[in-house]
C-alpha cells in the first residue's frame, strides 16, 4: 500500500503560479511512475504531468511549456511547478503512482492515488 498526500492548492488569479507538492509513503524510486492528473467539475481525469522511473517526463498538451514536473526522491516527494495559470486549469488535482508486485502466482500492478487538492484559479 502506497500512501500520497497532496499539498499546495489553493486560489489564484489568472498569470500566476503554484507548486503542488506529493509526498509518498516510500521510496518512490522503486515506483513505476509518478504523476499528476486533474478533475474538473463534470469533466473526466485527465494526465497533466508525468515521470516514470527511467526518467521520462510526458505533459498533456494543454500545459506544456507551462507546468513543470519534478522529483526529490530523498525527500519522497514529486512537485507540480504551475505557471501562468488559467482559469481552465481550475480543478481538483490528483498525485498518482503504480506500484509493480511479485509473488509465487506472477505479478502485477497496483494503482495508487492521493486524495486531492484544490486548484482555482480566478480570471
Known amino acids: 500500500q502506497v500512501q500520497l498526500v497532496e499539498s499546495g492548492g489553493g486560489l489564484v488569479q489568472a498569470g500566476g503560479s503554484l507548486r503542488l507538492s506529493c509526498v509518498a509513503s516510500?521510496?518512490?524510486?522503486?515506483?513505476?511512475?509518478m504523476a499528476w492528473y486533474r478533475q474538473a467539475p463534470g469533466k473526466q481525469r485527465e494526465m497533466v504531468a508525468k515521470?516514470?522511473?527511467?526518467?521520462?517526463?510526458t505533459y498533456g498538451n494543454s500545459v506544456k511549456g507551462r507546468f513543470t514536473i519534478s522529483e526529490d526522491t530523498a525527500k519522497r516527494t514529486v512537485y507540480l511547478q504551475m505557471n501562468d495559470l488559467k482559469a481552465e486549469d481550475t480543478a481538483v488535482y490528483y498525485c498518482?503512482?503504480?506500484?509493480?508486485?511479485?509473488?509465487?502466482?506472477?505479478?502485477?500492478?497496483?494503482?495508487?492515488w492521493g486524495q486531492g487538492t484544490q486548484v482555482t484559479v480566478s480570471s
Open positions: 516510500e521510496n518512490i524510486a522503486r515506483l513505476k511512475h
Open positions: 498518482n503512482t503504480e506500484k509493480t508486485w511479485t509473488a509465487l502466482r506472477g505479478w502485477g500492478t497496483n494503482d495508487y
Open positions: 515521470v516514470t522511473s527511467d526518467g521520462t517526463i
